[in-house]
């Protein structure tokens, strides 16, 4: 049964650039969840995609945008890279209805 | 605003030595509680799910319990396997399905 899985595992990117993430839900899930966590905090809640469409969002700015597919896999994109969005980059599949998040082992995004 | 609050920020154990980590919570509703165990470079791996205040779980060495207030994530005679950073994550009854992280406690275990 394969989890979580994320894709690329390391990203280096320069201020301004543009950049897409990821995630494959484990097997049977319908709703994913991205998360930002910077080095030694706990993860940041990003924005939720169900049924193709964001449903919530955190406290984030209109740079970061995302992606659901009718597979259930998504796609976070991150425009105008800043210094302070390097980070571990989370992505977290679960059923409706508020079943256990299972998270990937995420994308380390280094901006330079 | 939903918030979680872990403490402490960091603990050092001998390898033996019980001790309890501690999660403090405000919600509009609990819906759930969530314990998880990060190892670095790693995602967060599920551990535990509490739904009410009393309620109890258990897994080898982990015993995570739940109030009105607070979650206390107990570690019984730990292992240097079981360093890891603990995160205590709440979802809330009107919030959909999205889920809020506290920081976390970082575990070591020393031999």
């Known amino acids: 049964d394969a989890g979580v899985t994320q894709s690329p595992t390391h990203l280096i990117k320069t201020r301004g650039q543009q950049v897409t993430l990821r995630c494959s839900p484990k097997?049977?899930?319908?709703?994913v969840s991205w998360y930002q966590q910077a080095l030694g905090q706990g993860p940041q809640f990003i924005f939720q995609?169900?049924?193709?469409?964001?449903?919530q969002r955190g406290n984030f700015p209109d740079r970061f945008s995302g992606h659901q597919f009718p597979n259930y896999s998504s796609e976070l994109n991150v425009n105008a890279l800043l210094l302070g969005d390097s980070a571990l980059y989370l992505c977290?599949?679960?059923?409706?209805?508020?079943?256990?998040?299972?998270f990937g082992n995420g994308t380390r995004l280094t901006v330079t | 605003e939903d918030q979680v609050t872990q403490s402490p920020e960091a603990l050092r154990l001998q390898e033996g030595e019980s001790s309890s980590l501690n999660c403090s919570y405000t919600?509009?509703?609990?819906?759930?509680l969530f314990w998880y165990r990060q190892d670095p470079g790693k995602g967060p791996e599920f551990l535990f799910t509490?739904?009410?205040a009393g309620e109890e779980k258990e897994k080898e060495r982990l015993k995570a319990t739940l109030t009105k207030k607070e979650s206390f994530l107990h570690i019984t005679a730990p292992k240097p396997e079981d360093s890891a950073t603990y995160l205590c994550?709440?979802?809330?009854?009107?919030?959909?399905?999205?889920?809020?992280f506290g920081p976390g406690t970082s575990l070591s275990v020393i031999p």
């Open positions: 977290a599949s679960s059923l409706k209805g508020g079943s256990p998040l299972h």
């Open positions: 097997s049977g899930h319908d709703t």
């Open positions: 995609y169900y049924e193709e469409e964001e449903r």
């Open positions: 919600v509009s509703g609990l819906r759930g």
């Open positions: 509490l739904y009410s």
């Open positions: 994550a709440v979802q809330a009854a009107t919030s959909y399905d999205k889920v809020i």
